[in-house]
Nanobody, 125 residues
Framework: QVQLVESGGGLVQTGGSLRLSCVGSGRTFPSYVTGWFRQAPGKEREFVAAIRWSRGTTFYADSVKGRFTISRDNVKNTMYLQMNSLKPEDTAVYYC??????????????????WGRGTQVTVSS
């Protein structure tokens, strides 16, 4: 089973940028679909983005399209989420996910089998 460790969260002003990283250990990613979810206070965890490692195909939630970019580094077994034009509503704990399924270009928590512990992203207005 792969272990996931996120990093890169922090505090940023509206319009700013952050890059999250997720390193996998114990198993290589290339056979996976991996992605990012987020959970804001008092809300359910929601899908943000995913990438199919074999072809680099990407998937995004409508709320982040055009602002966030998911990518991967096969050599480093690391996934990234570049977040630009951040908004206060992007404030959440961001979780790395692996061994997950994509349905109709989207995903959900019950389709994920491995989670990281999360990293906090706070966007101030």
């Amino acid at each position: 089973q792969v272990q996931l460790v996120e990093s890169g969260g922090g505090l940023v002003q509206t319009g700013g940028s952050l890059r999250l990283s997720c390193v996998g250990s114990g198993r290589t990613f290339p056979s996976y679909v991996t992605g990012w979810f987020r959970q804001a206070p008092g809300k359910e965890r929601e899908f943000v983005a995913a990438i199919r490692w074999s072809r680099g195909t990407t998937f995004y939630a409508d709320s982040v399209k055009g602002r966030f970019t998911i990518s991967r580094d096969n050599v480093k077994n690391t996934m990234y989420l570049q977040m630009n034009s951040l908004k206060p509503e992007d404030t959440a704990v961001y979780y790395c996910a692996a061994d997950m399924d994509i349905l109709n270009g989207n995903s959900a928590t019950h389709l994920v089998r491995t989670w990281g512990r999360g990293t906090q992203v706070t966007v101030s207005s």
